[in-house]
C-alpha cells in the first residue's frame, strides 16, 4: 500500500505545477486548522474579490493574521483599502444641515512645503479649518431660540476628530455639530483665532531648555509644558435657558491647563498654541 501511494505521488509530482498544486493543498488545510475562524476561498485573495464599497472614501488598512499565512502571496494585500468618507450622488445638489450642524467646505491639504518640495501623504496634516457653506435653524433651549453663531461663508476651526466627512461636488466637506467649531480665523495666523462659545486660546510656554541643576535638555526629553497666557476668551456657554455665562479666565492670564486637552496650533511665528475648553484650565498663576 504504502509503495502504491509513493508511486502516486512520483507521478503526480512529476511536473512543476503538479508539485505546486499538492504543496498549496498541504499548506491550504493547515492554513484552514489555524485560522478555524477565517476561510478563504480560492488559491489567493485580493483587493479585486471585495466588495466596491462605493460611496466611501479612500484610506489606508492594515490587515492582520493571527496564524501562518501558507499559499497566499502577501503582495496581494498592497493596497488594500476601503473608503471612509460618505459620497454624495450628483443627483443630490444641496445640503441642509438640520438643528445646531454645520456644513463646512474641508481647506485643501498642503501639498508642498513653502520651498517648493512635494510632502509624502503621511506628513501632511490633516486640516482643521475651512468654509462654511451651510448651517441648520439652531435649537431650542428651554423657552429660548438659540441661533448658530457661525454664518455661511465664515473661516472656522474644528476640533481635530469632530464630524462626519462627506464628498459632495467633488470637494470634501465636514458635517459637524456647532459646539466642535473651536473658532472663527480670517487670517492664516492661528494668534488671530475668536475663540467660540466655551473655548480659550492660550498662547503655551516655552518648555524649559535647562534642568535644576543645569543640564541641557535635549528636545525629547523637554517635558511638554501645561502652562500658557490667555490669548482670546469665547463668549461663554449657554445656560439651560440660552443664556451665556461669563468664563472664569479673561485674556492676559497665565493659567495652568490639563496637559492632554484642547487642539494644538504652530502660529506664523512658531509659537505654540492651545485652544480648549474652558473647563480644561485648571488654575490662574500670578
Same mark, same amino acid.
Given at each position: ?100 450642524? +454645520?456644513? &463646512? ?6 501639498? #508642498? !512645503?513653502?520651498?517648493? @518640495?512635494?510632502?509624502? *501623504?503621511? $506628513? /501632511? ?7 462654511? +457653506?451651510? &448651517? ?6 428651554? #423657552? !429660548?431660540?438659540?441661533? @448658530?453663531?457661525?454664518? *455661511?461663508? $465664515? /473661516? ?9 466627512? &462627506? ?120
Amino acid at each position: 500500500m504504502y509503495l502504491g501511494f509513493l508511486g502516486f505521488y512520483l507521478l503526480f509530482a512529476s511536473s512543476q505545477s503538479g508539485l505546486d498544486n499538492l504543496l498549496f493543498l498541504f499548506h491550504q488545510s493547515l492554513f484552514q486548522k489555524s485560522m478555524a475562524t477565517v476561510q478563504f476561498a480560492g488559491s489567493s485573495f485580493t483587493s479585486r474579490s471585495l466588495p466596491s464599497f462605493e460611496g466611501l472614501r479612500s484610506s489606508t488598512v492594515r490587515v492582520s493574521f493571527v496564524g501562518p499565512c501558507f499559499g497566499l502571496n502577501q503582495r496581494c494585500f498592497r493596497g488594500l483599502s476601503v473608503k471612509a468618507a460618505t459620497v454624495v450622488a450628483p443627483k443630490y445638489t444641496t445640503i441642509k444641515p438640520l438643528g445646531d450642524r +454645520v456644513l &463646512v467646505k474641508i481647506k485643501t491639504v498642503e501639498e #508642498k !512645503t513653502t520651498g517648493g @518640495i512635494l510632502l509624502p *501623504t503621511t $506628513a /501632511q496634516s490633516k486640516p482643521q479649518g475651512g468654509e462654511v +457653506v451651510a &448651517v441648520g435653524e439652531g435649537r431650542t433651549m428651554g #423657552k !429660548t431660540k438659540v441661533d @448658530i453663531c457661525v454664518q *455661511t461663508g $465664515a /473661516q472656522v476651526v474644528y476640533s481635530k476628530y469632530a464630524g462626519t466627512e &462627506v464628498e459632495f461636488n467633488g470637494s470634501n466637506h465636514l458635517l459637524l455639530k456647532e459646539d466642535d467649531i473651536v473658532g472663527i480665523l480670517e487670517t492664516d495666523d492661528v494668534k488671530d483665532l475668536k475663540p467660540l462659545n466655551d473655548r480659550v486660546l492660550i498662547k503655551v510656554a516655552e518648555a524649559e531648555q535647562k534642568t535644576a541643576g543645569g543640564l541641557l535638555l535635549t528636545e525629547a526629553s523637554k517635558e511638554k509644558p501645561s502652562i500658557g497666557t490667555v490669548v482670546a476668551v469665547g463668549p461663554g456657554p449657554l445656560d439651560e435657558e440660552g443664556n451665556r455665562k461669563a468664563l472664569s479666565v479673561a485674556t492676559g492670564n497665565t493659567v495652568l491647563y490639563s496637559k492632554y486637552a484642547g487642539n494644538d496650533f504652530k502660529g506664523s511665528d512658531g509659537s505654540a498654541y492651545i485652544a480648549l475648553r474652558a473647563s480644561d484650565v485648571m488654575a490662574v498663576l500670578s
